[in-house]
């Protein structure tokens, strides 16, 4: 695996960004009441930390800034750093102090940069998942270990925040407001991009049967069938994110994040991130690769090659550097996207649902707005339906942790989402095993 | 050709596009036109697996999709051939198998199980999640040689409550020679030498090898 992962800060550009569904003023931002005119929305992912600045007066993005969570060196999968923080509390406390330390060094590059100077952020909102926030704030990080919490709820709520405060610059009477997971194994994150995705519409508004998919190495699933709101967990492995694939990367400059049939049946047509030279493949164009070889009969619906491909793989590119694609590749997004395959029959048959019951399907996460409906669907990545239903979103949850903070409160904002929420734990699913397998093959998503 | 060496061709073919129907029907045929059910087992059925694990250990990209059906198909065949058996099989030994505790991932286990029961031996499932206490009081109730311990996640595999706490226990109970721990799971892809750490006595990179390790744990133990 090549190392592409060292990458500094960079700016958040206009497409990066989920569009709010509603934006403005606050609804009722009292500047006698609430104070500091400035707020910060932060999604603490496991890979990606992103976080935006506001103007909370007029309604109004500051700033974006996203980078990578610096905690990876403590294992790129959330259990490490949940075992490697459970070793000791010194290690805990530095594990957390890397999070930390991150969300002020971006807050204070944001300020330097013309954005809110850190003493005018009246409040800062953050989401993430259980295991992210957990060690964010030391509260109960080992008992995500076991696995009798991870349906319940877990207090990922600081004792103190003072040395926050201090450390990000921030004035004394600044919120700093960690937005509660759902549930051991379902994060804040969750709920901010069903949010952001208005995926439980207002009553009267015709949406049932949505989805949602939040893409990562731990992937979240949502189905709001007009009354609950069926969430899972679904750990894949990295592969959506270009991680543990031969010639992956994440999306970033240099990704081949679209791959084209071209004029003859071995040649294919790259788009690159930033147009600069090739350099590997992230999470869609993993997708595209695959697909293409699918439809071409040089890969086989079971993940094998056709005869005359060795263990070298598929080049799919000749360079100074080849762009292969091996079997063990291939194999890591199968077993990566039969979990979600496995994960949606599941959430959809707690429901008593089926696939053309659904009117929405919202993607959200590591593909960003990249993915190639077609491909995804002929490989099985996402529900097969009608490409006019399905919406592709870059990152939900900081949109949804934006709209919190322009809302200025989570609780009260979240808790019709909190009370229609049923967990599912596809750990000990009956269902799940036999789903899993009919998912490993290429082949559109087997949900029935 | 020997009629038996085709439908061994067919039925590995069959096996390689994962071909489940396919499979079966290779069987059927040759069961239909005279073939004794103990040649399909020992030698179309087990010699495929064996040569799953040479082209594994050839080309080290193991597919996740052609291991399932391999080990499907075998464990299905076997137990409709055995009953057809003209003698009762012997049974090879006895294994319980488990994932360590904290642990849900059931699904190596399940290969793993099916290659075992294409090879005859014995094998309780004690499921998902199981206490180092119950594997070595089953282990005892079902007078079993090995005790299969599966982990996908790196602290199940390490913890305190896997493997190393399993091994204390046969210590403890003067155990620990008659009963042989054998481990597998992902974490141990990635570290080959963890098995030692955490005390087993083997551990295996995929369900056709485990079936050949156990075998060999089953021998020396007896
Ligand atoms: C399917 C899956 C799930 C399913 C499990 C359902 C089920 N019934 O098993 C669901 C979605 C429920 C799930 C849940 C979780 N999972 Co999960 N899951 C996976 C996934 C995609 C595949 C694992 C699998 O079943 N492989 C299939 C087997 C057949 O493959 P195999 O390992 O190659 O097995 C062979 C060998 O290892 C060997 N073998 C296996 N066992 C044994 C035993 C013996 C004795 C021997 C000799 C050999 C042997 O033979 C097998 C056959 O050839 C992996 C990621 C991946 N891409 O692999 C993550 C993964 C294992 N999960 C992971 C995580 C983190 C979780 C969760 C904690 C996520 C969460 N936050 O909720 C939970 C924990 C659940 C629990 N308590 O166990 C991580 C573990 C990371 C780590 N560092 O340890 C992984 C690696 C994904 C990732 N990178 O994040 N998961």
């Avoid at chain 1, 990066?16 to 931002?29: K, N, V």
Wanted: with cysteine.
């Amino acid at each position: 695996m090549r190392n592409r992962y060292a990458q500094p800060w960079r700016p958040l550009s206009p497409d990066d960004y989920t569009p709010l569904i509603h934006t403005g003023p606050g609804p009722a931002y009292d500047a006698l009441q609430r104070g500091r005119a400035c707020g910060a929305a932060v999604d603490l992912g496991t890979s990606q930390i992103r976080i935006s600045t506001w103007d909370r007066r007029t309604g109004e993005r500051l700033a974006g800034i996203c980078g990578m969570n610096p905690q990876a060196v403590f294992g790129t999968d959330i259990l490490m750093r949940l075992t490697a923080a459970c070793r000791s509390e010194e290690r805990a406390r530095e594990i957390s102090r890397m999070a930390g330390n991150a969300i002020g060094d971006a807050l204070r590059l944001l300020a330097s940069r013309g954005s809110a100077g850190t003493g005018d952020i009246g409040q800062i909102m953050i989401v993430g998942n259980t295991a992210m926030l957990s060690l964010l704030s030391l509260k109960n990080y080992s008992l995500l270990l076991q696995p009798e919490y991870w349906s319940r709820e877990i207090d990922c709520r600081p004792e103190d925040t003072r040395q926050w405060h201090t450390d990000w610059g921030l004035a004394n009477d600044a919120a700093i407001d960690i937005i509660q997971p759902l549930g051991g194994f379902v994060g804040s994150d969750l709920l901010a991009g069903v949010l952001a995705t208005n995926l439980t519409c207002p009553a009267g508004d015709a949406a049932e049967g949505a989805l949602f998919i939040d893409f990562g190495s731990n992937s979240e699933i949502a189905l709001w069938d007009g009354a609950k709101l069926w969430v899972t967990s679904a750990a894949g492995g990295p592969a959506f994110e270009g991680r543990g694939i031969t010639c992956g990367m994440p999306a970033g400059p240099g990704a081949i994040y679209r791959i084209t049939p071209g004029h003859s049946p071995h040649d294919f047509a790259f788009d690159v991130i930033g147009g600069e030279e090739l350099q590997g493949l992230c999470g869609s164009g993993l997708v595209d690769g695959i697909a293409c070889l699918l439809k071409l009969g040089i890969l086989k619906k079971n993940g094998n090659f056709s005869p005359g491909i060795g263990k070298d793989g598929f080049s799919l590119f000749r360079g100074r550097e080849d762009i292969v694609l091996k079997k063990k590749d291939v194999d890591s997004m199968q077993r990566a996207k039969a979990a979600i395959g496995a994960g949606v029959f599941c959430l959809l048959e707690n429901a008593g649902m089926r696939l053309r019951d659904l009117r929405r399907v919202c993607i959200a996460g590591a593909f960003g707005k990249h993915l190639n409906i077609a491909n995804a669907c002929s490989i099985g990545l996402i529900p097969d339906v009608s490409p006019a239903k399905i919406e592709l979103y870059g990152n939900a949850a900081l949109a949804g942790c934006e709209l919190l903070l322009i809302a200025g409160e989570g609780a009260e904002t979240l808790a019709p989402l909190r009370s229609s929420a049923h967990m599912i734990n596809l750990s000990g699913d009956s269902l799940f095993e036999d789903k899993f397998i009919q998912n490993l093959y290429l082949q559109p998503m087997q949900t029935a | 050709m020997d009629p038996l060496q085709s439908i061994m061709k067919a039925y590995n073919e069959a096996l390689f596009d994962t071909d489940r129907d396919g499979a079966l029907k290779v069987v059927h045929e040759a069961v239909a036109a005279g073939v004794t059910p103990e040649d399909i087992v020992f030698k179309v059925v087990l010699p495929a697996m064996e040569s799953m694990i040479k082209s594994i250990s050839e080309d080290f990209d193991a597919n996740l999709a052609q291991h399932f059906m391999t080990a499907q198909i075998a464990t299905e065949v076997t137990e409709e051939m055995i009953p057809k058996f003209r003698a009762v099989p012997s049974v090879a030994g006895r294994v319980v198998i488990g994932t360590a505790q904290g642990d849900m991932h059931s699904l190596g286990k399940r290969i793993v199980i099916g290659c075992l029961k294409a090879r005859m031996i014995e094998v309780t499932d004690l499921g998902v999640n199981v206490s180092p206490e119950r594997f070595v009081d089953e282990a005892v109730a079902c007078n079993a040689g090995v005790i299969a311990i599966s982990a996908m996640m790196v602290h199940t595999a390490r913890g305190e409550n896997g493997c190393l706490r399993v091994r204390q226990l046969l210590k403890e109970r003067g155990l620990d020679t008659r009963i042989k721990i054998v481990v597998g799971g992902a974490p141990y892809h990635f570290a080959h030498d963890l098995y030692k750490v955490v005390q087993a006595d083997a551990w295996a990179e995929d369900g056709v090898t485990a079936g050949r390790v156990i075998e060999d744990l089953i021998r020396r133990v007896r």
